[in-house]
């Protein structure tokens, strides 16, 4: 599965990357250069972040239906209980 962002979030993304070398790197990188670097990114990280959040929606969603019994539950067989209370 190829991993792909929006074009607004390619560009931001881009912009991100050419900011962090200019200050954190003291070399300047391109337009197109970035664009590679978040390609690569993409492609060889992106799965490894993907996987990870199906796997924390996984857990997340496991551990609400565990719940469920317990916010949906409804006594069985109480006709003659409520009835003996009014």
Known sequence: ????????AQKTAITSIQRYFAE???DEIG???AG??????LKEIGPAIYN?????????????VME?????H??????WTQRKRK
């Open 1 to 8: 599965m190829t991993i792909e962002i929006s074009k607004e």
């Open 24 to 26: 954190n790197m003291d």
């Open 31 to 33: 337009n197109l250069e």
């Open 36 to 41: 590679a670097l978040l390609g690569f990114f």
């Open 52 to 64: 990870q959040a199906v796997a924390d929606a996984q857990s997340r969603l496991q551990a609400r």
């Open 68 to 72: 469920l019994d317990i916010e949906i």
């Open 74 to 79: 409804e006594e069985e067989f109480q006709y």
